[in-house]
């Protein structure tokens, strides 16, 4: 390798060098000023499941941010309640759409119909999904295909039909409900934790796709949730309900928001769990697993 060459390698590591320097100092800088927050009440935000749960308080808090809510449900009548709720708070703010976001040509339909009656999709969340709770082998086939079509095929369906929208606006946030049984296998929950994974495997590889085919104003958030009071979390596990007790859909909606308009990349609810978990990352596998232990958590099997 000739001299020029490595001339290129060392200023090329010499800015890397400094721009890492640069972000620590950043993050530090906002470990003690709030970050800054983005308006909403431009945007037009498409939000799956909110017939009930964090799907529905994400809506009805989204359009208290005045931006416009598109909301989304197999549900007809719960999802219809909802948008009744929300226009007689913020009238004309949400619009109902019934659609079973696990197949592609139902959401390509969704798709074109929100486009023609109200417009391009601007903030994406992809809430929907299921969790049943049992061991591995109490799972059969069809069963195992509903929690991918619902929790990761659905998430694919909704990016090949409305990330278009966005890249052509160069403008987008894109929002995905993981979990932290995305971060952590647990106990009774093998198939959801797998699907969850692929959520968090999805959101990065999207972004860093999306980022060096140069749409440089397109964010993306990643939610990893502790155990939410939606009704799906039956049988708990807590050892110090004191220390992390189940989270509260309003609360957590308000948690998501809020990570959106800071443009957050990850975010746990609560908020120290995903720092706790690196950490441990960083040490032996028998550590971080007597910690679990310790700490316990997770949820029984119970039938659906």
């Not at 990761?152 to 890249?167: E, I, Q, S, Y």
């Not at 998501?256 to 908020?271: D, G, Q, T, Y």
């Amino acid at each position: 390798m000739d001299k020029m060459k490595w001339s290129s390698i060392f200023a090329e590591l010499l800015l890397l060098l400094i721009k890492s320097i640069y972000y620590i100092g950043e993050s530090i800088y906002y470990l003690i000023v709030p970050m800054p927050e983005k308006s909403l009440a431009d945007d037009i935000v498409l939000i799956t499941g909110t017939g009930h749960g964090i799907g529905k308080c994400l809506a009805m808090q989204f359009a208290g941010e005045s931006a416009k809510v598109v909301c989304v449900d197999i549900n007809e009548q719960s999802n219809a309640e909802t948008v009744k709720e929300i226009n007689s708070k913020w009238k004309g703010k949400a619009f109902a759409y019934t659609c079973d976001v696990s197949t592609l040509e139902k959401v390509r339909e969704l798709g074109e119909k929100v486009k023609s009656e109200v417009g391009t999709v601007t903030i994406l969340v992809n809430n929907a999904g299921i969790m049943p709770c049992k061991p591995l082998e109490a799972h059969d086939e069809p069963t195992i295909r509903k929690i991918f079509d619902i929790n990761v095929f659905a998430h694919f369906w909704m990016l090949d039909t409305f990330l278009p929208g966005m890249k052509a606006l160069n403008k987008g946030h894109l929002v995905f409900l993981s979990s932290m049984a995305g971060i952590i296998g647990l106990k009774n929950l093998v198939p959801y934790c797998a699907s969850k994974f692929a959520v968090r495997g999805l959101a990065e590889a999207i972004m860093d796709e999306c980022r060096d085919d140069g749409f440089t104003n397109l964010h993306f958030t990643s939610i990893f949730p502790y155990m939410v009071d939606t009704g799906l979390c039956k049988k708990p596990i807590i050892r110090f309900p004191s220390l992390l007790p189940l989270v509260t859909p309003e609360s957590t909606a308000k948690e998501i928001i809020s990570a959106v308009k800071k443009n957050l990349l990850e975010h746990s609810i609560p908020s120290p769990l995903l720092v706790i978990n690196n950490i441990f990352r960083c040490y032996p596998h028998k550590i971080a697993m007597n910690f679990k232990d310790f700490m316990g958590g997770g949820v029984e099997a119970h039938d659906d």
